[in-house]
């Protein structure tokens, strides 16, 4: 696992999916697939979580205004252009995949279960994420 931290950007994979996202010609369609990839697959695999999960943060930061600890130089930039974008048809979708990345099904939160110190905050960080954007 790549991870120093337990927020949602303190990942390697996470700034991969970051990178695609900002890359994508299609935001709203790559988001729903990463969504799509997470809920109610049989097994949520690390990088599909993680997809799922930085996607659901950038919802959260447009809809909310949440600020993440990002290193992405020009990501606050970036996440200001997506203002112009009706992101909450696929608030329920954004949803339903935290909740897949936080199942039992999840190789995501089953490599942080292993983490006895850290895992209770990484779980919260993803569970206030989720009810924020349930508001």
């Known amino acids: 696992m790549g991870a120093w931290d337990h927020g949602v950007f303190d990942d390697d994979t996470a700034y991969d999916a970051?990178?695609?996202?900002k890359a994508s010609q299609e935001?709203?369609?790559?988001m729903e697939r990463y969504f799509?990839?997470?809920i109610g697959a049989?097994?949520?695999?690390y990088d599909e979580g993680h997809y799922a999960l930085v996607s659901a943060?950038?919802?959260?930061?447009?809809?909310n205004g949440?600020?993440?600890?990002?290193d992405d130089e020009d990501h606050f930039e970036w996440?200001?252009?997506l203002?112009?974008?009706?992101?909450?048809p696929l608030r329920q979708k954004a949803i339903a995949a935290i909740d897949a990345v936080l199942s039992d099904r999840s190789e995501l939160k089953e490599l942080w279960q292993e983490n006895k110190e850290r895992f209770s905050a990484w779980q919260e960080d993803k569970i206030s994420m989720r009810e924020r954007l349930r508001s």
Do not use: N, Q, W
């Not at 970051?18 to 996202?21: A, E, G």
């Not at 935001?27 to 790559?30: D, G, K, S």
């Not at 203002?83 to 909450?88: E, G, T």
């Open 57 to 63: 943060a950038v919802m959260d930061s447009v809809l």
């Open 66 to 70: 949440t600020r993440y600890r990002c």
């Open 83 to 88: 203002d112009s974008f009706d992101l909450a």
């Open 18 to 21: 970051l990178d695609d996202l």
């Open 42 to 45: 049989e097994h949520v695999g």
């Open 36 to 38: 799509d990839a997470v």
């Open 27 to 30: 935001i709203m369609t790559e």
């Open 79 to 81: 996440i200001k252009t």
